[in-house]
């Protein structure tokens, strides 16, 4: 007997609503595959020069204001977001930025964010080539043009920079770093001398410090290993005399058996749980006021150390390779330069 036979009935045509669906799938896809290749601390700075970005077109009435925090939470994600964002509206919030007194240095790099996303956006088919020729024209400004812009600005008393944000880190004397390390001998006082000493004599990142944990730290060898997420390795590093005193100090009276190396305090000066990044910001300012520094900050420790360094006339790769860049080029913008701009260069003799 012959199978019973079965019309196939073929569809004439795709499902737009299916189509539309897909291609909304692969648009996003390309957002996440960029989110997936940059570290934790680019996104969340790129989240928020995009949250800016929305709030601006919340004031320039380009979306409703009340919807522009919704705005800034999905740019990052979604595509279809950035379907009507055109070369007008990126200039646009390049003015408003300098009229605000926004910083020059923040300035370029929320319109780097911008640029890159519409890239994405492009990409994806949701900006077109031509308004994304347009968007590539709109330019940030050189260290000339900085210059110039900041004199006009401060002539007119309009701000130059945004927050709380010092223009340039400051560089302790070799007295005050000593001063700083200078910490009672308590549970508390141990405890802020290691963190100094972590920070101005291994010149390591705020989140580096609050992310160690107990077992990193050999005080018997005098060594502490840790990994640099900034380049992607595990590096270990020699502790100097004082870092190594304040080590073994902390250790023996004070850290937990395992896990998170700093640990947070009460009021009282007991220890407890651990220390997060913004309460090693707290401790570092409260340091700094004890001994006459206003606003001093972590990274002020770090860009400390890495102008010493330099001064002792360290070999710049093996500052490069202890400070954790990825480049000859980083180093250089942490470095505050010599009083004598030719101090540290030597001819040779006949």
Not at 151 to 156: A, E, G, I, N, V
Request: hydrophobic content about 40%; some cysteine; charged content about 25%.
């Amino acid at each position: 007997m012959e199978p019973e036979k079965v019309d196939i009935i073929l569809p004439t045509s795709i499902d737009p609503r299916a189509a539309a669906t897909a291609d909304t799938q692969a648009a996003d896809a390309l957002f996440a595959d960029y989110r997936s290749r940059v570290d934790d601390d680019t996104l969340r700075r790129q989240e928020a020069d995009l949250a800016l970005f929305a709030h601006f077109l919340g004031v320039v009435q380009a979306v409703p204001a009340a919807s522009a925090p919704a705005l800034g939470a999905r740019l990052p994600f979604f595509a279809q977001t950035w379907s009507n964002v055109s070369h007008g509206l990126v200039a646009a919030f390049i003015r408003w930025q300098l009229q605000e007194g926004y910083a020059i240095g923040s300035i370029n790099v929320r319109l780097a964010t911008v640029r890159r996303y519409c890239a994405l956006a492009n990409a994806a088919g949701v900006i077109p080539n031509e308004a994304f020729a347009l968007i590539r024209t709109v330019r940030g400004y050189s260290g000339r043009q900085a210059r110039a812009i900041d004199t006009q600005r401060q002539r007119s008393n309009t701000p130059t920079r945004v927050g709380a944000k010092k223009a340039r880190p400051r560089v302790l004397s070799p007295t005050q770093v000593a001063t700083l390390k200078q910490q009672p001998d308590t549970p508390q006082g141990r405890r802020d001398a290691l963190l100094i000493a972590l920070l101005a004599d291994l010149g390591l990142r705020v989140g580096e410090l609050a992310g160690l944990q107990v077992e990193q730290l050999d005080a018997d060898r005098g060594r502490l290993t840790f990994y640099r997420e900034k380049v992607h390795a595990t590096q270990t590093h020699e502790l100097p005399p004082d870092a190594l005193e304040a080590a073994r100090a902390y250790l023996s009276h004070d850290a937990l058996p395992s896990g998170q190396l700093l640990r947070g305090s009460r009021k009282n000066g007991e220890l407890w749980k651990g220390m997060s990044i913004r309460a090693i910001h707290e401790r570092v300012a409260l340091l700094g006021e004890r001994i006459g520094i206003a606003d001093l900050a972590p990274h002020d420790l770090r860009h400390t150390w890495a102008t010493r360094a330099a001064r002792a006339s360290s070999d710049p790769f093996a500052l490069r390779d202890a400070g954790g860049w990825s480049s000859l080029m980083m180093p250089g913008r942490y470095v505050e330069s010599n009083a004598i701009a030719n101090q540290r260069i030597k001819l040779e003799e006949e």
